[in-house]
């Protein structure tokens, strides 16, 4: 089974502090992803890595960037949290050059606070 | 672009009874759909999946869904519920060949004794 791991499942940070989100699979996909979910808003895509140090917008990347050193593992950071991305975050991972018919695999989710 | 639209942001059921979470989509070309379910503090599990197939999909836990291209459609339904299948669903179309998924606001299904 594949195995999608956040580094966290609750954050509490503060406005203005740098905030790095962590996801590591073990089943060598080529392609990542980082969601943020809100409730009657479902998932939105705010980046997405089809392979190392590739990445790509999604539809809300504004406050955000993300770090794709190794294949296994992608980063979603916030360069200077705000209240409004107050949210949880979920990272998938799915195989393949031609993926868009494959499943997404997801982790826990993490739940980030900005006070 | 292509969007979704679930129509029911919340369904109360009755254990064994059955239930049908409607969706709907759009786009100009062909597409892939995708229902997902996320049982409380977990991320996301799918339940099934339209890849230009069989029209009537079967999933897993005794889930199937039917695509409807003239109605531009993938509803879900299952015969009968249990009180696991408490959960959100979500819907989520992606264009065939295309690289950016995108989710319904997601259904709350709460399974009642």
């Known amino acids: 089974d594949v195995k999608v791991t956040q580094s966290s499942r609750y954050l509490v940070k503060r406005t203005g502090e740098k905030v790095f989100l962590e996801c590591v699979q073990d089943m060598d996909h080529e392609n990542m992803f980082w969601y943020r979910q809100d409730p009657g808003l479902g998932l939105r895509l705010i980046y997405f890595s089809y392979d190392v140090k590739m990445k790509e917008k999604g539809d809300i990347p504004e406050g955000y960037s993300v770090s794709r050193e190794k294949k296994e593992r992608f980063s979603l950071i916030l360069e200077s949290a705000s209240t409004n991305q107050t949210s949880m975050y979920l990272c998938?991972?799915?195989?393949?050059?031609?993926?868009?018919?494959?499943?997404?695999?997801f982790g826990d989710g993490t739940r980030l606070s900005i006070l | 672009a292509q969007s979704v639209t679930q129509l029911d942001s919340q369904v109360p059921v009755f254990e064994e009874a059955p239930v049908e979470l409607r969706c709907n989509y759009s786009s100009s070309v062909s597409v892939y759909l995708f229902w997902y379910v996320q049982y409380p503090n977990q991320g996301l599990q799918l339940l099934l999946k339209?890849?230009?197939?069989?029209?009537l999909v079967k999933g897993i836990n005794g889930f199937e869904a039917e695509f409807n291209k003239s109605q531009t459609s993938f509803h879900l339904r299952k015969p009968s519920v249990h009180i696991s299948d408490t959960a959100e669903y979500f819907c989520a179309v992606i264009k065939a060949a295309g690289n950016k998924l995108t989710f319904g606001g997601g259904t709350r299904v709460l399974v009642k004794p």
């Open positions: 998938a991972s799915t195989q393949g050059r031609s993926w868009s018919n494959q499943p997404q695999h």
């Open positions: 339209y890849t230009s197939a069989a029209t």
